[in-house]
């Protein structure tokens, strides 16, 4: 059962990328229309853009930590203590 919470946190990942570009190109189309321009369609794609892809980001390494917790946590270790630093010698 634990594989199936990770699709339910991870898999509306690419919905949420697509809906913020949307949300934001939408309210830049209505901005034009208000104000008569024709470039807030754009930018509010590039923003739509950016919100999608850094909320992307963020789930990236907190789905990095919980692979790691999982692993720890199969290896018989304590899977919510801090990660021991790299010895810097070691390759």
Known sequence: MRGMTAYGRYGSLGLELVVSILAFGYG?????????????????F???????FRSMFV???RM???IERQERLERGEDPWAPPEPKDENEK
């Open 28 to 44: 830049g189309w209505l901005l034009d229309k208000k104000y008569g321009t024709r470039y807030l369609t754009f930018v509010g």
């Open 46 to 52: 590039l923003v739509g853009c950016y919100a999608g």
């Open 59 to 61: 789930a990236a390494k």
């Open 64 to 66: 990095q930590r919980d």
